[in-house]
């Protein structure tokens, strides 16, 4: 026996009697899918490290542990990181390879005032012993953390008889189901193995199995002696990919204990989609009066474009919100059992615009 869950427009659920069945599947239609707002990346360091799963690798001692230290340290004051602005939060760092000692004399070089938002621990539990219990408590316990630092991923795994590829992706999928379940940005340290590849992602030690769990992938490679820039102790490149960034290489110099940007390599041109005209004229709208509220039909008559229907109207304010935001207008939507009412409202602009 089976049914629908009419009370939800956007979605349906299967009931099955028995109870010996899975959990029901629940589901959304592909048309309100289109229509419905859905926050996006989540950034803590804006365009670099947003709310899931960020692996962080490079070789040994090229100066992972001295970058995530002073991340954290950043963001538990809001400094920008690299020249990426960063939103502040309390900070969680497991520096698993370190004692305090080591880690007091690292923020001597770091840092002049400490933040009390900037927690640190030296020991905790494997994945299989009871990490994710662990910080899971430390963040019911300190609800402004939005980033949790494990140094490194090799410590909290577990011996195993699955598979590589398997081991490698449900380790990475319980951290970042944790992050995703908190809302936190959690950043693994990892290493790099010693064979060569063209594709400097492919030089990640393990399966693919990490990157396909993880969110994004930054990679950290020293440069060779040849191209080290005079004014640093080393070089290295910084290039990262992932689902909610844009190609990212960085050239980086390492100087007084901390990395800073020398050059931006990336050639990606991000371009801001070309928003059609019935977007258009609904900003114009709303700029001159204030705040609207209906349907979409309604809007289509008071917008005067009669050549879109209120589906694909909808569905394209849905997908330039961004756009309406950026020049001082809010989208959002309220849902009866009966219709979806459009609410828009003229907001400030943000100082920077």
């Known amino acids: 026996m089976s049914g629908w869950d009419a009370s939800r427009p956007w979605s349906g659920v299967i009931f099955i009697s028995n109870p010996s069945l899975p959990t029901p599947l629940e589901f959304r239609d592909a048309e309100s899918l289109l229509l419905t707002p859905f926050d996006h990346a989540d950034w803590v360091v804006e365009d670099l490290v947003s709310v899931g799963l960020t692996l962080l690798v490079g070789g040994p001692k090229v100066g992972k542990s001295w970058a995530a230290l002073d991340l954290a340290d950043r963001v538990s004051k809001g400094e920008s990181w690299l020249g990426f602005a960063t939103r502040r939060s309390d900070v969680l760092y497991l520096a698993l390879e370190d004692q305090f000692p080591r880690l007091q004399t690292r923020l001597f070089r770091l840092a002049d005032e400490a933040s009390i938002g900037l927690r640190i621990a030296v020991q905790a539990a494997t994945l299989g012993t009871g990490l994710v219990q662990q910080v899971g408590q430390f963040l019911d316990t300190f609800p402004e953390t939005r980033l949790v630092i494990v140094d490194t991923l090799q410590v909290v795994r577990d011996q195993t008889s699955k598979s590589a590829y398997s081991a490698d992706y449900s380790d990475v999928r319980l951290l970042k189901t944790l992050a995703d379940e908190y809302g936190v940005a959690l950043l693994a340290i990892h290493h790099t193995r010693k064979m060569a590849a063209s594709d400097v992602f492919d030089t990640v030690s393990g399966t693919n199995g990490l990157m396909g769990a993880a969110d994004t992938t930054m990679m950290l490679i020293e440069e060779t002696d040849e ?94 919100r961004d756009f309406l935001l950026a020049r001082g207008v809010s989208y959002s939507q309220r849902h009866t059992a009966h219709e979806r009412t459009i609410l828009l409202e003229a907001v400030p602009l943000d100082d920077g615009e």
């Open 227 to 320: 191209r080290r820039d005079p004014s640093s102790e080393k070089t290295a490149r910084l290039t990262a990919k992932g689902r909610d960034i844009r190609g990212i290489d960085l050239r980086l110099g390492f100087r007084d204990c901390r990395w800073s940007v020398l050059e931006n390599l990336s050639d990606d041109i991000v371009m801001e989609p070309v928003a059609p005209q019935e977007v258009e004229n609904v900003l114009a709208l709303v700029i001159s009066v204030g705040s609207w509220s209906g349907t979409a039909t309604e809007l289509v008559g008071a917008v005067g474009c009669q050549r879109v229907s209120p589906a694909v109207l909808g569905k394209r304010l849905n997908e330039f």
